[in-house]
């Protein structure tokens, strides 16, 4: 497709271009083909094949057996009917993936009847752990307003002599997390380090403590953490701290984060570029430049090293501060600490730019972008196309919607709306159409959305126009 087309670069030929006075210095102007981002399919379930179907006897050539109805009596008579059919030993695997197979459709009593049909049918077949590990993942994930059937399920476990481990409690936690029953894993996990001493490792711990920040206030996730740290000595870490900060940084309590860190820093940890750049990226969500500044020195005295994420988040927060200049200064500091400037860098520059006014030094960066072998991203091309229709620059945005129509980049919604009544505004009303009937066949926009912008354009256009108006 080529680089920018002549139309639009020799708009900037004798702005930017003309003074080398660009963000990036330009390399050896060699043509590079103008990339777009190609549209990769939505990757869909692998089929198992033949190879990896390990859990079943290599005799048995038969599909493995995959329950369609959760009718205990069927269940029972299909797995009579493999028995009699099969020939080879049946191992533990087998009857595990036959369990969880029907566990993923029946209900807990249901599977527990299967599991104990299958010990009395096949004497041979001897549970271990991980099977009982199966029903306890029923039991979590089943709409219970108590414990009572994931109790069921660990007291059949004890029963039969396995004890309550560290995979025991992962297990009920992921389980009732992802059931969104948060509260009964914390009880759960308290009772289990209690009364088994199945404390949680830090991988089941620091998952609890996310799905707490997520669903639970902060008091709640302080109180988790205090009773787990005085009761059974288990401590937050790294990864602990880290997910308390982003989480006070997402909800724009900024403040609570520098006091994480302190703590953090008490309890013998040293903050890392991640935690730092967590913060810095919290800053620069409200738009606080020279606090993302403020902690960038900060990390720097400590020797904690920027890396190109900490850089690309300070651009972003000062472009975004309408601050191009010194996201500039960072530009250049980061290529001389031997960052290479990506997409993202370039892309928030180019907002900066479109936020000041600059459409034609956005065009421009574009172009330097392009020499330099980075490709563009549907993000910088809405940013771009936004940039120039707010600059009124329409021509040089109908140029350049066509090259986006051309590599399929999907438009978005606040770009979709601003082309949209850009055109109107200027009676290419027939161009609009166009440009909603492309919005809807690259599902840009649902046809409501995109048809309900289009359509309240048109209204207020005409309401400005009969009251001598110009919208």
């Known amino acids: ?42 990757q869909l379930p692998g089929k198992i094949s033949h190879t990896q179907k390990t859990d079943f006897p290599e005799t048995n050539n038969k599909s493995p057996i995959l329950f369609k109805s959760p009718n205990l009596s069927d269940a029972k008579k299909l797995f009579n009917s493999f028995l009699a059919t099969t020939r080879g030993p049946l191992n533990l695997r087998f009857h595990n993936s036959l369990l969880q197979s029907y566990a993923a459709i029946s209900n807990v009593n249901d599977s ?59 297990i009920a936690v992921r389980s009732l997390c992802s059931a969104g029953r948060i509260d009964h894993a914390v009880e759960l996990v308290q009772e289990l380090s209690r009364k088994h001493h199945a404390v949680p490792d830090t991988y089941t711990y620091n998952c609890l403590v996310k799905n707490l920040c997520k669903h639970r206030a902060l008091s ?35 403040r609570e984060a520098m006091w994480l860190v302190e703590v953090l820093a008490k309890d013998g940890f040293k903050p890392d570029c991640f935690v730092y750049n967590t913060i810095m990226k919290g800053h620069c969500m409200v738009s606080k430049g ?12 400590n020797g904690v090293e920027p890396d190109l994420v900490t850089y690309n988040t300070l651009i972003f927060g000062l472009s975004k501060s309408r601050r191009v200049k010194e996201a500039t200064k960072y530009l250049n500091i980061m290529k001389e600490m031997g960052h290479i400037p990506d997409t993202v860098t370039y892309t928030s520059l180019m907002n900066g730019l479109c936020r000041e006014g600059d459409a034609m030094g956005a065009l421009a960066l574009l172009e330097e972008m392009e020499a330099r072998g980075c490709s563009p991203n549907s993000c910088t091309y809405n940013t771009l196309l936004y940039g120039l229709c707010k ?9 350049l919607y066509g090259l986006m129509k051309e590599g399929g980049v999907e ?27 492309y919005a809807v066949e690259s599902k840009s926009l649902t046809t409501v959305a995109a048809y309900t912008t289009l359509e309240s354009t048109l209204k207020s256009l005409k309401k400005a126009r009969e009251q001598g108006k110009a919208i």
């Open 411 to 437: 438009l978005e919604t606040a770009c979709y709306s601003t082309f949209v009544r850009t055109l109107c505004r200027e009676g290419r009303i027939a161009e609009a159409y166009e440009v909603f009937d």
């Open 112 to 170: 527990i009847s299967l599991l104990r049909h299958m010990i009395k049918t096949h004497p041979s077949f001897s549970p271990d752990r991980s099977t009982y590990h199966i029903l306890l993942a029923q039991s979590c994930k089943a709409p219970d307003s108590t414990l009572a059937s994931t109790h069921q399920a660990l007291n059949l476990m004890l029963t039969n002599g396995f004890n309550p481990d560290k995979v025991t409690t992962d």
């Open 1 to 42: 497709m080529g680089k920018v087309p002549a139309t639009l670069r020799s708009a900037v030929s004798n702005t930017l271009f003309k003074n080398q006075s660009s963000l990036v210095p330009l390399e050896s102007p060699s043509q590079r083909p103008r990339h777009f981002p190609k549209k990769t399919p939505s």
């Open 220 to 254: 709640t996730v302080y109180n988790f953490i205090d009773e787990m740290r005085t009761t059974f000595d288990v401590k937050p870490d790294l990864v602990t701290y880290t997910i308390l900060i982003d989480n006070v940084c997402n909800r724009k309590n900024l």
């Open 391 to 399: 600059s009124k620059l329409l021509d040089k945005g109908i140029e």
């Open 290 to 301: 020279s606090e993302a500044i403020a902690v960038y020195k900060k990390m720097k005295e």
